[in-house]
């Protein structure tokens, strides 16, 4: 990229740049964006960028280049900064056609960029969160990057090469938002990038973003699908969904309406997804609307929740959206060890373990070593620095 390259905004206040999802995009990624797309257009292809802010993705491109953004400032600052290319200011997703870009219905059309994700229902930043524009009610959902992804279809693109996360498509419930838009593209290329890579982005729990590159398809993809992709990592790492075996084919993530809880129920918090867990709690003591009643059948499995929380430092960021993994036969093998640490960190438990040789002082030196041989064991090379 040029030195005209901004991949920082500095006009928006911090309300401002999470409601917009205004985290601006760094020349590397951009190059991956257009390595990707390559193959695929020619010089009769129209580059759009819907989002564009200071408009970095449009620099150095000879095709026809579009560039628009909510912002006025920053469509601003890009006309100052780049030439040949039409920039418009107005919200993507209200009234949205190719006529707002003065794009023709026939005309070749590539959409690269990095639109916003704002979860608005996500516990994080949820006190600055809010949308104070309108969204067209076909591609209106609870995340401004699903709605963008759903715009691109309605523009009826070739191609689109964009920055979005990764729970977009490997949690099921979003994937089920995406359906207009997976019903009529084909993700062919993914590579996954780590949230901390965005000047201002939150430095405490990195997430997964991939670079995708989608190509228009009649059969679209099915879930399954998306569930035995490889994504890439880097050179010689890929990971896919199913790689790995996940704790909801053992146990119960949420609370259920006919849960009877009793004075002396075992209770867990509700089970989401990796990150989750290392914000959340596991055990607990006082009945809430997250509380999970535990059937004691299933405790050894709720145990390997708990040691699995501390030794999350172990589990690559990019896992951090995914439920939480397990080999169960390789558990089965290691239990004792679980067990063992379970019950030196909650001894309210040990009641549930009455023949259950636990002797403190094989904590630390016997069992810590194997729940880290069993850490090793069940990632591979997706293993992470390990705790000493």
Partial sequence: MTKNSFNHQKHLSYKKTINLGSYYTNSDHISNV????????????????????????????????????????????????????????????????????????????????????????????NKVKEVDFNIDDDIKTRDLGISFLKSYAKLNADIICVLHPLSYLIKKANFSLLKKFSQNYKLIKAKIISSESFIGSSKGMPFPIIIGLYTKNNDGMSFDYIKNFNFEIKDNLFFKINLFD??????????????KIKDDSVL??????????????????????????????????YIYVDVFKRYTSCIPYYLGNCDIIIDNNLFLEYKKYFILDGLFHNPHLRKHYANFDFTKSQYKPIAKKKILSYFHKLLGEHICKLKQ
């Avoid at 129209?46 to 280049?65: A, R």
């Avoid at 996940?246 to 609370?255: H, L, T």
């Avoid at 009945?287 to 059948?297: G, K, P, R, Y």
């Fill in 34 to 125: 257009f390595d990707f797309i390559a193959p695929y257009i020619d010089k009769s292809f129209t580059i759009l960028d819907s989002s564009c802010g200071y408009g970095n993705f449009l620099q150095n491109i000879s095709n026809k280049k579009i560039g628009n953004d909510i912002d006025k400032i920053a469509i601003d600052i890009a006309s100052e900064n780049i030439n040949d290319v039409s920039f418009f200011n107005f919200n993507a997703l209200e009234n949205v056609n190719r006529s707002q870009y003065e794009i023709e219905k026939n005309e070749k059309l590539c959409i690269v960029g990095n639109p916003p994700y704002n979860d608005k229902t996500s516990i994080i930043r």
């Fill in 246 to 259: 996940y704790m909801p084919n053992y146990i119960k993530k949420y609370p259920s309406k006919y849960d």
């Fill in 268 to 301: 867990f918090w509700t089970l989401r997804d990796i990150n989750a867990l290392k914000r959340n709690k596991t055990f607990i003591h006082k009945e809430n609307q997250n509380a999970i009643l535990i059937e004691l059948d299933k405790l050894d499995y």
